[in-house]
């Protein structure tokens, strides 16, 4: 680790040293640009690091709402709008109970290298809330998004900031605070993406972020000569990304063995084919049930309370879609164990910094989630560009420009690592590319 950067992430942990998601997520990026940094001095003599790991803006604020008993509750929102050297801040709302400041600040800070990779003028931002939607209703989610709305609307704008969705942030949670929006500001703008096909959405959005992440996977298989077509794929989560991931794996000839919820994980020694697939679309985004229930409709699946797939069944390529750090050194020992022979990250940092050394020293491949996620925020920026010109496309022409901006994103971040002699090593050749474009936008804005 070069001097440089060494001192910031003294200074980020002395600053920041209870945000541990945020420091993990810091120490990833910033010592995988030492090469970089050391052959281009301009960097460090502007200060770019120190710069880039402070946020342009948080807004923090209050949310009061009534809940169906007449009850008063309050909740804390969250808006960090972290970087905007090459566009308006993007980046999704999440609400979960897990939300707090550590939390949006590493996923903010990973949105900059993310949206610069997709090579769209996206500017990097991350929001949300400690509000958890489950065991909500529809009145009491949408009198939360309407009262949320009514403070971030100050902040946000087509031009300004353009939020999407995330966990517990949906097409019903979009609409509710859309309307909100668009009642309070009398304006039909491009401000959230995510949106629904009736009203400004884009066909392929809600498969974006699984589908590019098999892309990307595939890509990365062609460099060894491989593809995915036979292989035995686990994959975590069963959200919007899974299920997705798990849809392009099916057509892609793979065979899908595992999901996973909060509660445990679904192995099918059978496959999961794409009718139990639409068993699970339903159970998850109508329904809202969870994962053992699949397990009660196909006796031949096996469900593991309080686990996740990566140590219950052999694979040759892991999709982490669920959340941060649910594969760690254990789980990474096992794969490896087990004959895997690829990782393909469809969540926001879900390996662990130690888990991800160990695979990737195993020769293993391996791509960081603002790589081969970034399908999703690449649509949002082609919902937008829809907008913008007031035209839809079809869905062909939608999933080929993905499919596109997945080879481009794999063939960046792949000349990046081999410009600095370590080709398969995907997590500096993405940081690289993505920092590199955001970097020079910064030297050329000036302070």
């Known amino acids: 680790m070069g001097n440089y950067v060494e001192r910031v992430l003294e200074g980020i942990r002395k ?49 009061p709402w009534f809940d169906d008993k007449g009850e008063i509750r309050i909740n804390t929102g969250y808006r960090v709008q972290f970087n905007s050297a090459i566009g308006p801040y993007k980046g999704g709302l999440r609400f979960h109970p897990s939300v707090n400041l550590s939390v ?89 993406t995510g949106k629904g096909l009736n009203w400004g959405g884009s066909l392929i959005r809600p498969e974006a972020t699984g589908y590019g992440c098999v892309y990307f996977a595939s890509e990365m298989l062609k460099t060894r000569g491989n593809d995915l077509a036979g292989k035995k794929v686990l994959i975590s989560g ?17 065979t899908v063995l595992s999901l996973s919820d909060s509660n445990g994980s679904i192995v099918d020694p059978d496959g999961i084919s794409a009718e139990k697939l639409a068993f699970v679309k339903e159970l998850k985004n109508v329904r809202r049930g969870r994962i053992k229930e699949y397990a009660k409709i196909y006796p031949r699946a096996a469900y593991h309370e309080g686990k996740r797939p990566w140590q219950l069944a052999a694979c040759d390529v892991a999709f982490p879609c669920a959340t941060q750090n649910e594969l760690d050194l254990d789980d990474a020992k096992t794969l ?106 910064m030297l050329d804005l000036g302070i």
Not at 19 to 43: A, C, H
Not at 238 to 254: C, D, F, H, T
Request: charge should be negative; charged fraction near 20%.
């Open 15 to 63: 600053s920041c040293g209870h945000e541990k998601e945020f420091i993990q997520s810091t120490t990833e990026v910033l010592t995988s640009l030492t090469k970089l940094l050391d052959s281009e001095p301009k960097y460090e003599k502007s200060k770019i690091l120190e710069r880039l790991v402070i946020p342009e803006r948080i807004i923090i604020f209050q949310v």
């Open 104 to 192: 949006l600040k590493f996923l903010g800070f990973e949105q900059i290298f993310k949206n610069s990779l997709t090579t769209l003028p996206l500017g990097g931002g991350k929001g949300g809330s400690d509000f958890d939607p489950k065991g909500k209703t529809d009145h009491e989610i949408m009198a939360f998004c309407q009262n949320f709305m009514r403070e971030l609307f100050r902040h946000i704008g087509a031009s300004t900031d353009v939020p999407a969705g995330d966990i517990g942030v949906g097409g019903r949670e979009i609409g509710y605070l859309f309307g909100q929006y668009k009642k309070i500001v009398n304006s039909y703008d491009s401000v959230l």
């Open 238 to 254: 069963s959200g919007n990304v899974a299920q997705y991931a798990a849809e392009k794996a099916i057509q892609l000839g793979a």
């Open 336 to 441: 490896v164990a087990n004959g895997c022979i690829a990782v393909c990250e469809g969540a926001n940092m879900p390996t662990t910094l130690d888990a991800t050394a160990y695979i990737q020293g195993k020769n293993l491949l391996f791509s960081p989630g603002k790589a081969s996620n970034a399908g999703g925020v690449a649509t949002s920026g082609l919902e937008m560009s829809q907008n913008a010109i007031r035209l839809n496309w079809d869905q062909t022409e939608v999933d080929k420009r993905l499919h596109d901006i997945m080879i481009n994103i794999h063939a960046a971040a792949r000349a990046a690592a081999t410009e600095f002699g370590e080709p398969d090593n995907y997590v500096m050749g993405a940081n690289i590319a993505g920092f590199r474009k955001v970097a020079d936008a």
